[in-house]
């Protein structure tokens, strides 16, 4: 897994509550065994008009917003269904890390064991965020988690808290396999003494 410690990148707002992992990645396109490829298929009813064609107002396919890896949500984003296939499609779209005022819980879970990295602010500096970003027209911001800080175009910064565990594995760039080797010679002599 990637090691996230700082991200200066695009940020592309997204100002929709209750962002379901259907709405993420629609259930036909998770027949793939592998990761890769899904991010073409992200936001796919947001992003394409049933003809194919490119839904020109969708944050993501304009200018800047196209590079963007980085997403301000609203809340309850990842909710619904347990599919990690939402996280795949972010994360090979390019997507580093969401900021919204809440998660859905499995999602949450996912994105953690496939570096990506989530923060959680209050509504109000959600919206603020979203707002400056077309504002700032689409400068980037640094997210800093080993400061656990993002500082924005502005020379602004606003400080986050990040789960100190997940902090851990996200910076290390540990996943659920690298966690467990990292005991593999108390696992040894545990299985030697049985």
Known sequence: MERFTRLTA?????????????????????????????????????????????????????????????????????????????????????????????????FSNNARKNGLLLIRLPDEICAQLRAGAALAQYAPMTIDLVEQRITLASGAEIPFIVDPHDRHTLMDGLDDIDRTMRHEGAITRFEERI
């Open 10 to 106: 695009v940020a592309a707002p997204l100002p929709l509550t209750n962002v379901d992992t259907d709405m993420i990645i629609p259930a036909h396109f998770m027949k793939a065994l592998t990761r890769g490829g899904l991010g073409r298929h992200l936001f796919q009813e947001l992003r394409y008009a049933p003809d194919g064609s490119e839904r020109a107002d969708f944050i993501l396919n304009r200018g800047p917003t196209r590079q963007a890896r980085i997403l301000i949500a609203d809340r309850n984003f990842g909710c619904g269904s347990s599919r990690e296939h939402a996280v795949w499609a972010l994360a090979d779209f390019g997507i580093r890390c969401v900021i919204a005022p809440s998660f859905g819980d499995i």
